[in-house]
């Protein structure tokens, strides 16, 4: 498995602005990932951050709105834009190596007013 | 069909009993399923692996079913800290590394 940390662990953000949330590994992973979960939901997958390339969305997820980075292969961000109360939620990142199994960081908790 | 489904839940059971839950899944082609747990304000934790017909590990027993497309989760001998959310995860048919979550059944072991 790998140690993931995320920043911050949680905020509490005013509508209209953005926060970036960083995801760190302690060593080099060939995938990372960005979720959302909902209260009382499963997990959503956002994206899949590609390293020195472009993200992949999923379906009803936009660069716009959640743009990412993965500058190298320990680090990435993801950033809420323009939030609104609808974007409270868990945000969790993920990573693997080799096979499919995913690791996950203790998540940011946001919460938007 | 829903890519992955579970029974919500919850199960209430008392320690020491055996519980089993179930998860379908629609991907025929799927190779890999896991089951993960999630406590309460937590990140979800890999609990096992399966790439062939089950796993065992302690008092857990993953089993799957490839004809019927369903795999199990069993819990024997329930503690107190078994009490989770167990979220049942196939590989997406649009891609290997991509990950579909159900919505997780939910364990409540009591006293």
């Known amino acids: 498995s790998a140690v993931i940390s995320q920043k911050p662990s949680r905020d509490i953000c005013q509508r209209g602005t953005s926060l970036t949330i960083q995801c760190q590994v302690d060593s080099q992973v060939t995938m990372m990932f960005w979720y959302r979960q909902q209260p009382g939901q499963s997990l959503t997958l956002i994206a899949t951050?590609?390293?020195?390339?472009?993200?992949?969305?999923e379906s009803g997820f936009v660069i716009d709105k959640f743009p990412i980075s993965r500058p190298n292969l320990t680090f990435s961000t993801l950033t809420v834009s323009n939030m609104s109360p609808e974007d409270s939620s868990i945000y969790l990142c993920s990573a693997s190596r080799q096979g499919p199994e995913q690791f996950f960081g203790p998540g940011t908790r946001l919460t938007v007013l | 069909r829903k890519e992955v489904e579970q029974d919500p839940g919850p199960f209430n059971v008392p320690e020491g009993a055996t519980v089993a839950f179930n998860c379908t899944y629609s991907n025929s082609a799927s190779q890999s399923f896991f089951w993960y747990r999630q406590d309460c304000r937590k990140e979800p934790k890999l609990l096992m692996s399966?790439?062939?017909s089950g796993n065992e590990d302690g008092r857990f027993t993953a089993q799957l079913n490839r004809a019927s497309q369903y795999i199990s989760l069993l819990i024997r001998d329930s503690k107190l800290s078994d009490s989770a959310t167990y979220l049942c995860?196939?590989?997406?048919?649009?891609?290997?590394?991509?990950?579909?979550f159900g919505a997780g059944t939910r364990l409540a072991v009591h006293p």
């Open positions: 995860v196939v590989p997406s048919s649009g891609g290997y590394n991509k990950l579909i």
């Open positions: 951050a590609n390293q020195g390339s472009e993200a992949t969305y």
């Open positions: 399966v790439y062939s």
